[in-house]
C-alpha cells in the first residue's frame, strides 16, 4: 500500500495542472456542502430563537364555544393551581392605532399579565417588565417594541416616553415602562412593512378600557420534565368537566415548534445533498482522469505485467492514485470551508455551529464515490494484455 501511494504522488507530480483541478472540484465540492450545512443550521437556530422569544414555547388554552361564558379568572385560578403547571399569563390580543411622535400606525396590542416575561420570554433592552401593581391597579403604561422606539422616538430607550392608543373607540395615553426586543429582531427587520408592531399591556388595563372581563387565551408554562400534550388533555378535559361542554381546546404550541424544526432539518439535509452533487460530479472528472491516465501510462503497465505484477498491484495503484487525489482534495474543502464560516462569523457578528455529521458525510461521499468511479478503469488496466500494453502505435 505505501508503494502504491509513494506512485500515486509520483503520477500526480508529474501533471501537476491536471491533478491540481482535479482536486480542486473536489475541495469546492466538500466546502460548499460545508457552507450550506452551516448556513442552513443558522438559520434554523435563527428560527428557533424567534419561535422561543415569542412564546412558542408555551400551552395556548382557548374557547370555542360561544356558548358560554369564555375563559376568565376562574379557568385562569383552575388552570394555574393544577399539578405540572409551572406559570400561566392571560393573553388579549387585538390592534389598534398609535400615535407616537410623528408616527402614526396600526399596532398589535398583547393584554398579559405581569408574569408574562416568564413565558413569552420578553427581552428587555431598557426600562422594565410590568410588577403587580400595574396589573392590580390598572396603570397606564406599556412596552413597546424596539422598532417602534426607533420610529417614534429616535431612541432605544425611549422610557417614560407617551404615546396615544386607541383601544375601541377611545384614545388613551400612555407612558412606556420598557422597550422589548422580539427574538433576533428578524421579524421586524425584514417584515417591517407587513408585520405591525408589539405593544404590551397590562391585561387589566385592557379590560377596562375594552370593556371585556374575559380573555382571549390562556398561556400555560409547564414544569420542566412535564409533557406539554399531557398538561394540555388535563386542562381541556378539566375545563369541559366544569362547564358540561366540550368547548376548550389546547394548542401544543412547543410541539409544533419541535414539529417546524424537524422540518428545516430535513431541508438543511436536502441543501446538503444538493451540493453533494458537485462531489459526484469531481468524482466522474476521476474516472474521466483515470481513463486518460492508462492511456498514457500503457508502456508502464506492460513493463509492471512483464516484471510479474499481477492484477491487484495494478489495480491498487490506480486506486490509490484515486483516493489521494479525493483524499487531499476533502481536506482542503475543510480547510476552505471552516476559514469562510470563520469570515462570515467575523464579519456578520453572528455564532455558526459546524454540523460534524455532515462533514464526516461529505468527506466519505467524497471519498468513496471517488473510488467506486476509479474501479472500472483500475479494471481495465489490471485486464490488459502485456502485449497490447507495450505494443506502439
Known amino acids: 500500500m505505501i508503494d502504491s501511494m509513494g506512485e500515486a504522488i509520483r503520477v500526480l507530480f508529474r501533471k501537476p495542472l491536471r491533478s491540481f483541478l482535479t482536486m480542486l472540484g473536489i475541495l469546492i465540492g466538500v466546502a460548499s456542502v460545508i457552507l450550506i450545512g452551516v448556513?442552513?443550521?443558522?438559520?434554523?437556530?435563527?428560527?428557533?430563537?424567534?419561535?422561543?422569544?415569542?412564546?412558542?414555547?408555551?400551552?395556548?388554552?382557548?374557547?370555542?364555544?360561544?356558548?358560554?361564558?369564555?375563559?376568565?379568572?376562574?379557568?385562569?385560578?383552575?388552570?394555574?393551581?393544577?399539578?405540572?403547571?409551572?406559570?400561566?399569563?392571560?393573553?388579549?390580543?387585538?390592534?389598534?392605532?398609535?400615535?407616537?411622535?410623528?408616527?402614526?400606525?396600526?399596532?398589535?396590542?398583547?393584554?398579559?399579565?405581569?408574569?408574562?416575561?416568564?413565558?413569552?420570554?420578553?427581552?428587555?433592552?431598557?426600562?422594565?417588565?410590568?410588577?403587580?401593581?400595574?396589573?392590580m391597579q390598572y396603570r397606564d403604561v406599556c412596552l413597546i417594541d424596539e422598532s417602534l422606539s426607533k420610529q417614534a422616538f429616535d431612541t432605544i430607550d425611549s422610557v417614560g416616553k407617551q404615546l396615544q392608543i386607541e383601544i375601541g373607540n377611545e384614545s388613551y395615553t400612555f407612558t412606556v415602562a420598557g422597550v422589548v426586543k422580539t427574538g433576533t429582531g428578524l421579524l421586524q427587520n425584514l417584515l417591517s412593512g407587513y408585520i405591525p408592531s408589539f405593544i404590551y399591556l397590562p391585561y387589566t388595563t385592557m379590560q377596562l378600557y375594552s370593556g371585556r372581563s374575559n380573555f382571549d387565551q390562556i398561556a400555560v408554562k409547564t414544569e420542566d420534565g412535564v409533557s406539554a400534550d399531557w398538561i394540555g388533555e388535563e386542562v381541556v378535559e378539566e375545563l369541559n368537566r366544569v362547564v358540561g361542554v366540550d368547548g376548550y381546546s389546547a394548542g401544543n404550541l412547543a410541539g409544533q415548534k419541535e414539529s417546524l424544526k424537524n422540518i428545516l432539518n430535513l431541508c438543511t439535509l436536502v441543501f446538503s445533498a444538493v451540493g453533494g452533487i458537485s462531489l459526484l460530479v469531481a468524482s466522474l472528472s476521476i474516472m474521466t482522469i483515470m481513463f486518460i491516465s492508462i492511456q498514457e501510462r500503457k508502456q508502464e503497465i506492460g513493463i509492471k505485467k512483464a516484471l510479474g505484477a499481477g492484477k491487484g498491484r495494478i489495480m491498487l495503484d490506480f486506486l490509490s492514485e484515486a483516493l489521494l487525489l479525493s483524499g487531499v482534495g476533502s481536506a482542503a474543502g475543510i480547510a476552505v470551508g471552516l476559514l469562510v464560516c470563520g469570515i462570515l462569523a467575523v464579519s456578520f457578528g453572528i455564532t455558526v455551529h459546524i454540523r460534524t455529521e455532515i462533514v464526516i458525510s461529505a468527506v466519505f461521499l467524497s471519498i468513496i464515490s471517488a473510488v467506486l468511479f476509479s474501479l472500472w478503469p483500475a479494471k481495465r488496466a489490471a485486464d490488459m494484455r502485456p502485449v497490447d500494453a507495450l505494443r506502439q502505435e
Open 39 to 135: 448556513i442552513s443550521q443558522y438559520g434554523t437556530d435563527m428560527l428557533g430563537n424567534e419561535m422561543e422569544s415569542l412564546g412558542l414555547s408555551s400551552l395556548m388554552i382557548t374557547s370555542e364555544d360561544t356558548r358560554f361564558d369564555p375563559l376568565g379568572e376562574e379557568e385562569l385560578f383552575r388552570i394555574n393551581s393544577m399539578e405540572g403547571v409551572a406559570d400561566t399569563s392571560p393573553v388579549l390580543m387585538q390592534t389598534g392605532e398609535v400615535a407616537a411622535g410623528d408616527v402614526e400606525c396600526e399596532s398589535m396590542l398583547w393584554g398579559v399579565s405581569y408574569r408574562a416575561d416568564h413565558i413569552i420570554s420578553l427581552q428587555i433592552v431598557a426600562g422594565r417588565v410590568f410588577n403587580a401593581s400595574d396589573c
